[in-house]
């Protein structure tokens, strides 16, 4: 090879190299608005940014990364001891939603440290990318936190074919601080036999979490069993979930279907059902969303859906209304 033939094949491959750090900022909102058609309501309604997210992806090396997500959202009243309610500041506020460091030259493994997405609640998300009409069944019964501050190990084997993920972080969720000596073991591994056809999904996923508290010696644990289907025209995803906590065994099931036409609309229907202690009678409750959603852009979406929820003991009282939601990303 000529000298030239050299320095120009050298200075291809010196542009060519990833120059770090490499900074990918992103952000997104969900808004909404509400009309309340509930019996006694008065014709309620009212304008509401649920979430702002601002992320931040830095790769530091080929080994080295980190993510920081700031999230805001209105404070909301703080129960006390003796029942009553302690209102703060109710302007929308920033909070710290994930922040670690992540190692990934490690083959087919991930390190992460710091505070970090639990390994089920993220998954849903990120598979029916419908977060801005409704966060997952776990998430909504408040069963399970999105984050937590702790470590994980992630494995993605196989070109996908499974994936998975183990933690262990403080249990109590991003937003309260460790409060004993207990900690929550984490759980999820997902098998999809489609995952080489590039527009087929069939993840099969099974997750367990497992809370030991040495102070008060009544463990948690969770379960969950779920499986989902997608490709441009449909999106199915049918899951059941469960929480032993002392003698009190709480068990739900929830399903969603979205078939949508690319370049036009889409459907989608959601239905959850919570029963948290299946020894006691008429304490469940039932919510069901229908609506109709339409992506302008990757992450610029609109959906005007009837979301409607019940009580077991009065299926004849429940709380309806008309929710436009709305998700502006970048």
């Known amino acids: 090879m000529s000298f030239l033939a050299l320095t ?43 979430r702002v997210y601002l992320r931040t992806d830095v790769k530091m090396s080929k080994r080295f990364a980190a993510r920081i997500t700031l999230d805001a959202d209105r404070m909301k009243p703080l129960e006390l001891g003796d029942g009553t309610e302690a209102t703060f500041d109710t302007r929308y506020r920033v909070f710290v939603k994930h922040a670690y460091l992540a190692v990934k030259d490690l083959g087919p493994l991930e390190l992460r440290a710091g505070m970090i997405d639990t390994p089920y609640t993220s998954f849903y998300d ?107 025209r449909l999106l199915v995803w049918a899951e059941v979930l469960g929480k032993i906590e002392g003698p009190t065994s709480g068990m739900g099931y929830s399903g969603t279907l979205n078939p949508r036409l690319p370049k036009y609309a889409g459907l989608v229907f959601r239905y959850d059902h919570w029963d948290p202690d299946m020894a006691t009678d008429d304490d469940a409750t039932t919510s069901l969303i229908a609506g109709v959603e339409k992506d302008f852009l990757e992450k610029v979406a609109v959906a005007v859906t009837y979301e409607r929820s019940w009580d077991d003991a009065t299926p004849d009282v429940p709380e309806h209304g008309i929710v436009v939601h709305m998700q502006a990303g970048f």
């Open 8 to 50: 120009i094949a050298l200075a291809h491959a010196e542009d060519e190299a990833p120059k770090f750090p490499v900074v990918k900022p992103s952000g997104v909102i969900f808004a909404r608005y509400q009309y309340d058609l509930t019996d006694g309501a008065d014709g309620a309604n009212a304008f509401a940014v649920d």
């Open 126 to 232: 990120n598979f029916t990318d419908n977060r801005y009409i409704t966060k997952s069944f776990a998430d909504n019964e408040k069963i399970l936190d999105t984050a937590d501050l702790g470590v994980a190990l992630l494995g993605d084997h196989w070109d996908g074919l499974v994936d998975w993920n183990l933690s262990l972080v403080n249990g109590e969720g991003y937003a309260k601080p460790e409060i004993d000596a207990g900690k929550s073991v984490q759980a999820r591994i997902t098998v999809d036999p489609l995952a080489k056809m590039e527009d087929r999904d069939l993840p099969i996923t099974a997750f367990a979490a497992y809370s030991g508290n040495p102070t008060t010696t009544v463990p948690t644990f969770i379960y969950a069993g779920a499986v989902g289907f997608q490709m441009p």
